[in-house]
């Protein structure tokens, strides 16, 4: 394909940097309660394709929506896992 030694290492890293807890735990909570993306969407106050977005990481939620997604599950995913993996784990002591 042409790409340089390492190339996918590379791409593999920027995909993991870019998740985050809340994009892992969306996926497995509509799978584990089996909720309609349609119905789980405006629960949420957004359409179906934004909720796509979200759980394909190409769209992070806003506040609003982050809190609506954790009064929705009951507080199951919250807030705070939207917040990127490396601003996680580069936060000050």
């Known amino acids: 394909m042409g790409e340089a030694p ?27 309660y089996d909720r309609p993306k349609s119905e789980f969407a405006a629960a949420i106050g957004v359409g179906r394709d934004v909720l796509c977005h979200i759980e394909r990481q190409r769209r992070t939620p806003t506040i609003k929506q982050a809190a609506a997604i954790e009064r929705e599950t009951n507080g199951a995913i919250q807030i705070e896992d939207w917040i990127p993996l490396e601003a996680a784990t580069d936060a000050p002591d």
């Open 6 to 32: 390492g190339c996918g290492i590379v791409y593999i890293r920027i995909i993991m940097i870019r998740m985050t807890n809340g994009h892992t735990k969306i996926v497995e909570f509509l799978k584990t």
